[in-house]
Each structure stands twice: as C-alpha cells, then as structure tokens.
C-alpha cells in the first residue's frame, strides 16, 4: 500500500509558487502562541490581527516588521539570527482563483525543525522534521480575494528529536525550501512507485495510488521512447499493482539514462524522467546492473557554496555537484538528512549514484518510542519522495552510533522498517569501528547484521594521530558484505601553508589524503569511499578563531569555491580507480 498522503513528483504537477518576501515576527518567548499561563490562545499571532481603531491595543503587526525570503535559512539573512534557536512567525498573503471541480494543497519543501501551520487564522496542522515535505489539504478554504497563510518554524534542539540535541552541522532555521500551491484534479494521481523488480533488469513493477472519489479507474503507464503502453484498473481504494517487461538501456554514471514515464488515469495524467537500474550485493561486492562496481564519492552537506546557508536551488545543486564530477566521483554521500529535491534529480541526470540518509545521529533517545516513530515518519517521507530515483541506491538509517542493546532494537527496526518501504534497494549505516587490536581494526559493529552495505567512519590522522598513522593499519571484518568508508580526512584552511605535520595546513590535509588513499588499496573487501567533506561548512561546535571561525575545516573545497591541495590527491587517486 502507499505509504502516505504526501504528493509527489511535485516538479511536474500544476503548482503556483509561493516563494519571496515573507513577513515575519521572531518570538522567542512564544508569546505569539501561548498565554502568561503557557496555554493556547484563542488570539495569537496566526489570526494576523491588523489594528483597526485608534484606541485598540495589538502588540504586533506583520505588515510594519520585517521580511525574510522563502527558501532560506533565517541564519545566513539576519545577522542577529546567525545563532537563533526558537520560534520564528512567517506570515504570506495570497489570492487564488479555486475551481470548483480541483483540489488544492499546500506544500512545503522542508521547515526546520517543528512547523504548526495556518490559513486565514485556522490551524491545518503541523510538521516535526526538517528536511522532508508536507502538505495539507486546502480545498474549499480559500476566500475571494487575499488570504494569509501563517507557519511558525520552530528550530529549538531537543534530546528526544531526530537529530538529537547534539550534532555537527548549523542549526539553519525556517522555511528553508520552496512553498507551493499544488492544484490537482478532483481525483487525482496521488503517487506512483515505478522501478525495476529487486534483481531483475527487465521487469518493472510497482503501483499507483488514486486520490479522490472517483477510485476504480483504467490506468495507462507509457513509455513512448521503447513502445511500452500497459493497462490496468484501480480499485475500490484506487489503488492498482503492476509488473511487466520491458527492453530497457539502463541508468548507470556513464550513461544515466532516463525515460519518459506517463501514467494516465481517467481524471489525472503524472508525468516522469525515470531511470532503471539494478542494485544488488554479492559476498563483498555492490553490484549495479549486474557489474561490481567501486563507488567513487564524496560526502555532502546541504551548504550553499559561496553565499553560506541551505542551499536550496539547482545552481547550488549544480556547483557542489560539479565539483564532485570534476573529482571523478561516480557516486555522493548526501549527509546527514535528506537534501533537497532538486539535489536528487540533478545528481541522477549528472551521473551520480546516491547514499541517502535520515538524521539518526549520535545519542539519539533509543528508547523513546516517539523518537522512533519520528526517524520512521522521516524515512517514510524521505522514501515516498525518491523511491524513483535510480541514482539513489543506499537508505542510510544511522551515522555514528554507540553500540547499546536499545540502539541495536531501535536501528534493526529502522532497517526492517526502510526494506518494508523499498524491498529494491540497499540499506547501510555509518558505523564506529572496534578500537584497535596493536594495529589491527575490525569492523565488528552487531548492527552490521542487519545491513546489506556497512558504512565506517574513520579519522586516522586527524582525532586520532599523525598523517603518517593510516600506513601501520590492517583492516578486517567479521562480514561477508561490502565496506564503504563513509568518512575520513582532516581539517585544512584555505591558503594556509606548512610542512605535513602541520595542522590546519593544506600539506597537512595533503598528506592525510595520501597515506589513507595509500591504506584503502589494503583493504580487500572496500567497495567505496565517501571522504568528509566537500566543502568547508559552518558548524557551532567549531569556534576557533582565525582557522575555524565557526567552519568545519575538512573541505576539499574552501567555502569559497577554492580547491585545497588535497583536492588534486583524490582526484588522481580516483583516475586511477577508475581506470582499473
Ligand atoms: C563525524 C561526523 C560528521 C562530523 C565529522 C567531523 O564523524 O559524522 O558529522 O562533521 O565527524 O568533522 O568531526
């Protein structure tokens, strides 16, 4: 069955946007929300009060404050906002003209963290995650003439949350991507999952889901490029499966073919770019379309490039994407929550094989089950999203987690939970390894059980050591399956010089890159590499002054756009992995 009411595929529906200026009150207090007696009021600010009489009191006007746009972190917009963590009130006027025979949504890219959201000063709902999309349903509620919507973004970091309160990267808050309109037919094309069958290169099967009264309808799912027309009916619940065959080129990075997909209902037409490729694991290879392959990465924060903040837009997309093509990767890292929709698509139309993963991060609350259902509704929504991406090939469903027998119950749930969700690919997670045995490492994590793919972090060199440190090591693992470094490096600023033992230094950060690429030819059962980071990326757990600024320093990139020495190491190194 589907597995939420999210739309999806939202680039090819009808929408009218809602991104630009949008007023805003910053509320630390809550006082926009809650009472002297911390209860709701009738009266908040989401009833977007005006002042009408010269004698009446209203102690807040979004017209006469300020503005932020949407998409955007309010961070990198105010420089007041640079560390807020708390409540922010987004107000936006609209007029739409509704027909009588549509549907209208409103929908949201991402708020980060919590958003409680209002039309016309009635509440439609809320949301708890920040990097996944929602939407409500608003048929029938708008007025003639203009309306308000009014969305409180609430970024403040909790214990029990997904992530938890402590992690490494900005705690960018707001409405950080795009704000839409949806308008769909009465019964509409709800979702449709198309993919190859686990296992197979020639079947494609999945299902597609009706929204609306009209449920039983004849279903068509074309393929124009390769004659494919396949008919089906839906049924009471509108919903129909589907399997058949088909004479496909398949998606891989040297060639990421995608075709034209167009399913067609009585009511609705959805249209797609669909690639198809299989993902499978043998022993200690991953194998794309049947192939071993070596997946050549790098890892990547949603961090805007030059201008700082989220990035959001498909040049952002672009330019990070670019720089890992320009490396020779095959393959990026996209930490340590779901990007953007955009970045997804791009990477899969340039090539890029795709790591995917939900904030489950350090101490987590495992034994919280609220916070387990919250990881879980953020993977399902991050799965309903780009369950047709061909380039996305791993669901990581952890990075860096302290064995513990609740972690194991929590993260071999999540596991079972992401193959319910999508039995075709494979589901990995960034663990620690053993402390060493002299010089010996062994990935030995139980939650490697319940992997197909394991991930470890590693910072030989860096936390641990000197650069030359990575040349004693000997790797083993008590798993037949395949081991992606899923991070490793070391911090270096930008035009700052030194011999190899000196930190901060680029020969610092080269030499690092040298030993440790010199150490993965050692390691017989490694099938990939996401090296930390691309680009330098602001994080409050790094103040020191002159080198750090607020910067996590292990780009291979500066924020600038300025490649490090280090850069050039991999690159070659990649050439030659490439070439084998
Ligand atoms: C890690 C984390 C990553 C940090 C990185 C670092 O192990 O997974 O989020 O940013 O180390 O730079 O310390």
Not at 223 to 236: F, H, M, S, V
Not at 289 to 303: A, D, K, Q, T, Y
Request: glycine fraction near 6%; proline fraction near 4%; include cysteine.
């Amino acid at each position: 069955m589907p597995i939420s009411a999210l739309i999806t595929n939202i680039d090819h529906r009808k929408t009218a946007s809602l991104i630009g200026k949008w007023q805003v009150i910053i509320d630390p207090m809550e006082h926009g929300l809650y009472d002297i007696d911390e209860v709701e009021r009738l009266n908040g600010y989401f009833i977007n009060q005006k002042m009408e009489a010269r004698n009446e009191l209203v102690e807040y006007d979004f017209d006469t404050g300020d503005s932020l746009d949407v998409p955007g972190d309010w961070n990198t917009q105010r420089q007041e906002l640079f560390f807020y963590e708390g409540s922010i009130w987004y107000r936006r006027s609209l007029t739409y003209e509704e027909q009588a025979d549509k549907r209208l949504f409103l929908y949201f890219g991402a708020a980060n963290y919590h958003a409680v959201v209002f039309l016309n000063g009635e509440k439609l709902g809320e949301h708890t995650g920040g990097f996944t999309p929602f939407n409500f349903e608003i048929t029938g509620k708008l007025k003639q003439g203009a309306n308000f919507v009014v969305v409180k973004v609430d970024n403040t970091r909790q214990h029990s949350a997904v992530p938890t309160k402590m992690f490494d990267w900005w705690n960018y808050g707001g409405l950080t991507r795009r704000v839409l309109l949806v308008e769909v037919p009465e019964t509409f094309i709800q979702d449709a999952s198309i993919q190859l069958a686990k296992d197979s290169q020639d079947t494609i099967s999945g299902w597609v889901q009706l929204n609306g009264k009209v449920a039983a309808q004849q279903i068509t799912i074309r393929i124009p490029e390769i004659g494919i027309e396949y008919q089906l009916e839906t049924n009471a619940q509108g919903y129909a499966k589907f399997t058949f065959t088909a004479d496909l080129e398949l998606w891989s990075p040297e060639n990421p073919k995608r075709y034209t997909v167009i399913v067609t209902a009585e009511t609705d037409t959805f249209e797609d770019e669909i690639g198809f490729r299989s993902i499978a694991t043998r022993g200690q290879d991953i194998l794309l379309n049947g192939e071993p392959v070596f997946l050549r990465g790098v890892s990547i924060h949603e961090e805007a490039p030059f201008r700082a903040g989220r990035a959001f837009s498909r040049e952002d997309a672009r330019t990070l994407l670019g720089w890992a093509k320009e490396l020779g990767c095959n393959y990026v890292r996209l930490a340590h929550y779901p990007h953007n929709e955009t970045m997804v698509r791009e990477a899969e139309r340039l090539g890029l094989m795709i790591w995917a993963e939900v904030p489950v991060y350090w101490s987590i609350d495992w034994e919280n089950p609220d916070t387990f259902a919250n990881a879980a509704s953020q993977l399902t929504e991050l799965v309903t999203r780009d369950k047709n991406r061909a380039a996305v090939i791993l669901w990581s469903v952890a990075n860096e987690t302290h064995a513990s027998n609740a972690r194991l119950k929590f993260l071999s749930d999540l596991a079972h939970k992401t193959r319910e969700l999508d039995p075709t690919r494979l589901v990995t997670a960034a663990l620690f390894h053993d402390a060493p045995d002299g010089t010996t490492i062994r990935i030995n994590d139980p939650l490697g059980e319940h992997l197909d793919v394991l991930g470890c972090n590693e910072y030989w060199g860096w936390y641990f050591g000197n650069p030359d440190l990575p040349d004693l090591l000997e790797w083993e693992t008590r798993y037949d399956k395949p081991l992606i470094m899923s991070e490793w490096g070391g911090g270096a600023l930008y035009g700052y010089h030194g011999d190899t033992l000196t930190r901060w230094s680029e020969e610092y950060q080269e030499e690092l890159y040298k030993r440790q690429t010199k150490m993965f030819r050692r390691i017989p059962f490694l099938r990939g590499l996401t090296p930390w980071i691309l680009m330098d990326f602001l994080s409050p757990r790094r103040p020191l002054p002159y080198f750090q600024d607020w910067y996590n320093r292990k780009g291979l990139v500066s924020n600038r756009g300025e490649r490090k020495k280090a850069f050039a190491v991999l690159q070659a190194f990649y050439q030659d992995l490439a070439q084998q």
